[in-house]
Nanobody
Framework: VQLQASGGGLVQAGASLTLSCTAS????????TGWFRQAPGKEREFVAA???????KYTDLVKGRFTISRDNAKNTVSLQMNSLSPEDTAVYYC??????????????????WGQGTLVTVSS
């Protein structure tokens, strides 16, 4: 499975962005898809996950601001990000896993990754 992440950019605080993760060579319906991010000088952290059965999970840092969704027809998982703040600045990565739902926040269980897309939020 090859993943392509896109949609990053430079925005001002309070703005919105939508990131997309498109798969080729496989279907998201067979995996849980996760979004992670890595800010400069920090470790990669979990952002959100969309399970193969349609359930979702978010880190508390983005709950209520970010929405993860899946479009089966386009084989795409999107991350709608609203009310962005400078603390959201990071490279965002999408990945897929078949790990149990209780471990989807752990990046070591992800088997395929996209290349990352940079989100920069200015104050």
């Amino acid at each position: 499975v090859q993943l392509q992440a896109s949609g990053g950019g430079l925005v001002q605080a309070g703005a919105s962005l939508t990131l997309s993760c498109t798969a080729s060579g496989g279907s998201f319906r067979s995996y849980t898809t996760g979004w992670f991010r890595q800010a400069p000088g920090k470790e990669r952290e979990f952002v959100a996950a969309f399970g193969w059965s349609g359930n979702t999970k978010y880190t508390d840092l983005v709950k209520g601001r970010f929405t993860i969704s899946r479009d089966n027809a386009k084989n795409t998982v999107s991350l709608q990000m609203n009310s962005l703040s400078p603390e959201d600045t990071a490279v965002y990565y999408c990945g897929v896993t078949r790990v149990i739902w209780g471990r989807v926040t752990e990046d070591e269980h992800y088997i395929y990754w996209g290349q990352g897309t940079l989100v920069t939020v200015s104050s």
